[in-house]
């Protein structure tokens, strides 16, 4: 996982004039404190950097990846993908990339669609990233929304294997509730650059003030979030056979304290076998899932054998669950004291390499251009 250095509390948002205050945000979501990029700190960015730290733990090459799928709703730009940019950064040499956008529940999605992949022997090694800057679209004067999200990427790496690590897994989406939650600017309805139908066209698809700005239906939103994430968690629960006695750790999209106290009540869990670090990231989108499970990894609450639900929402509506059986023991640091140095001397090199392809790219056009040769 990466998060970003910079840490704003609720206070900052009571210091900057917002009618708000620390108790309220505390006790309506449990968030306390929240990470927020900076200027130069795209997607991208998070994305790879949170890559590399799993590819240490797997000890694996990034040229031994075949997929990357970056789950994102923030992507650096509308094109290229932002998997692209990070398997050029990675120096990924083999893999295919592309960006999964299911809002917050991207990350479930892609971990369902990489261990599909895997599973049809499609691909032995694939780089599932959720990574998310809400902050960028934030109108800071808006207390329903602006305190509820951070900034983040996690990544975790798929890799074949004789016993089955994703039991079962459920995706969904119900897009009646499309207007509940969104960004309406940016997008091919509400034009940036204000172009009309062709040549021709007027201005009049402009985004109209504030829509480059998330707006959203909090109240519906909770009512429906509990409802289905308890619903995703019971199919996958059910489908895989786990009863809740033989869950060892459940992880929830990490929205707001009480839909993920309410749910986890639902489901028959005890607060022990429920992860949660929204208190210290607010919601970080399609980073929320893999940031939760690397901290449980980290304070020792995954152990091989272990049974977990992972269960999330967010904007479509969507919706995606999955019954994992852990099956892979977690070295601390990476396997071989080489790696990090491998690493650092990889990363070069496809820096080095994608420099190297550019100016190739730009010789050839030219002597091309010049020799007056057909591309
Ligand atoms: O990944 C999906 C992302 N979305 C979510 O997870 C959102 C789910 N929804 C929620 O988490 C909650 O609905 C919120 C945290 C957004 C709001 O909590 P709530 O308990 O549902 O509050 P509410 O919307 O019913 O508002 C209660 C009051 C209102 O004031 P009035 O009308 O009663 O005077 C709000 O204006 O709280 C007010 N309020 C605030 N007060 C202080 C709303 N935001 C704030 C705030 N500080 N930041």
Redesign the pocket.
């Known amino acids: 996982m990466y998060v970003p250095s910079t840490v704003v509390t609720n206070d900052a948002f009571v210091k900057m004039g917002l009618?708000?205050?620390d108790e309220?945000?505390t006790s309506?979501?449990g968030i306390e404190e929240r990470r927020l990029v900076g200027r130069d700190e795209p997607t991208s960015e998070l994305a790879v950097k949170a890559a590399r730290r799993a590819l240490q733990v797997a000890d694996v090459h990034a040229s031994d990846i075949d997929l990357i799928i970056v789950a994102t709703c923030t992507p650096d730009q509308v094109m290229p993908s932002t998997a692209s940019l990070v398997q050029d950064k990675l120096g990924a040499k083999r893999a295919g990339a592309f960006d999964l956008n299911a809002?917050?529940a991207g990350f479930a999605y892609a971990l369902n669609m990489g261990a599909a992949q895997i599973e049809s022997r499609r691909a032995k090694r694939v780089m599932v990233i959720g990574a998310d800057e809400l902050s960028i679209y934030l109108d800071w004067k808006d207390?329903?929304t602006c305190?509820?999200f951070g900034d983040g990427a996690g990544a975790v790496l798929l890799q074949s294997a004789d016993t089955p690590g994703i039991l079962t897994s459920t995706v969904g989406s119900d897009g009646s509730g499309a207007g509940l939650?969104n960004i309406r600017g940016g997008g091919s309805k509400y034009r940036v650059n204000g172009n009309g139908a062709g040549p021709n066209g007027t201005a009049k698809h402009r985004a109209p003030a504030g829509d480059q700005y998330l707006r959203?239906n909090?109240?519906q939103?909770?009512r429906w979030?509990t409802q289905m994430m308890t619903e995703a968690a019971e199919q996958v629960m059910r489908e895989s056979g786990l009863k809740p006695d033989q869950i060892d750790l459940f992880i929830p999209?990490q929205?707001?304290l009480r839909?993920i106290e309410a749910t986890a009540r639902k489901l028959g869990l005890p607060p022990e076998k429920v992860f949660s670090n929204v208190s210290n990231y607010g919601?970080t989108?399609a980073a929320s899932i893999p940031i939760a499970l690397c901290e449980a990894i980290d304070a020792g609450q995954i152990e091989v054998g272990d049974n977990i639900v992972l269960t999330s929402?967010?904007?479509g509506l969507t919706w995606s669950a999955l019954a994992v059986h852990w099956t892979q023991e977690i070295p601390t640091g990476g396997k071989s004291p080489w790696t990090p140095f491998r690493q650092q001397l990889d990363s070069r090199m496809a820096a080095v390499q994608s420099a190297l392809k550019r100016q190739e790219r730009r010789v050839r056009s030219t002597i091309d251009e010049r020799l007056g040769r057909e591309p």
Request: glycine share 10%; proline share 0%.
């Open positions: 009618d708000t205050t309220w945000i309506r979501t809002a917050c207390r329903g305190i509820l939650l959203m909090g109240q939103i909770f979030a999209h929205a707001n839909i919601n989108s929402f967010g904007a």
